[in-house]
């Protein structure tokens, strides 16, 4: 009971992930085309983007968490019950992070805590792409779907962390707005950083997409 349950969490945060992403984009492409409006109604919407965006982070969290105390639970990798209750407590403690990072976003502290977090992203992508390796390799007893699943989960966080790269450049613009005023120079380079974003959004998309269809077909040829 305690595994289907974990399964339907595991599906529920996706499409909970999905929908938070798509609210943002949309969100995001019309501050990015309302150069008309006046900047404080901009900023005040760009600032929500910014919470809606939290709600991305906490499932990543929680997709990272689940599937390892489901993988754990369901002997896909060592540890069993003691790996499941790490990886839980791992998972709260990352929330936990990404919360307090938002919150004091505009502090010294709060910075350090957001290169925290991205530093705990870089090493998901490490370990996960490290188990991918070792298990198509045939080092390492995982079927070959759950393989190319972690392999994808890794693109998924390495996607997640272009777009912030994205939105540095985006910022950046957005500021010169801020300080100087809008010009159809700053606009069209503001635009472009949305193009940019969007296209890793894309890309997460589709490997999202390739993690449910190994999921659901599990396919024995891999």
């Known amino acids: ?26 969100t995001y492409r019309y501050v990015s085309w309302s150069a008309d409006m006046p900047f404080a109604e901009r900023s005040r919407l760009m600032d929500h983007v910014m919470d809606v965006d939290q709600h991305v982070r906490y499932a990543l969290v929680l997709q990272a968490g689940l599937g390892t105390v489901l993988a754990a639970l369901l002997g896909y990798l060592p540890g069993g019950p003691s790996l499941a209750v790490a990886g839980a407590a791992g998972a709260a403690a990352w929330l936990a992070l990404v919360e307090l990072a938002h919150r004091m976003r505009r502090e010294t502290s709060g910075q350090f805590l957001a290169r925290l977090d ?25 079927p070959g779907w759950l393989a190319w699943k972690l392999a994808a989960f890794a693109g998924v966080i390495a996607c997640g962390l272009g777009i912030r790269l994205a939105l540095v450049e985006f910022f950046r613009h957005w500021d010169e707005v801020a300080r100087l005023g809008s010009s159809a120079l700053r606009e069209r380079a503001i635009r472009r950083s949305y193009a940019r974003a969007t296209a890793v959004l894309g890309m997460l998309w589709a490997l999202i997409a390739a993690i449910v269809l190994l999921s659901v077909a599990r396919p024995s040829g891999l």
């Open 118 to 142: 991205r530093g705990l992203r870089y090493i998901a992508i490490a370990a996960l792409a490290a188990l991918a390796a070792a298990a198509i390799a045939g080092r390492l007893p995982l």
């Open 1 to 26: 009971m305690i595994i289907q349950s974990l399964l339907v969490a595991h599906v529920a945060v996706l499409g909970y992930w999905l929908g938070a992403e798509l609210v943002i984009n949309s």
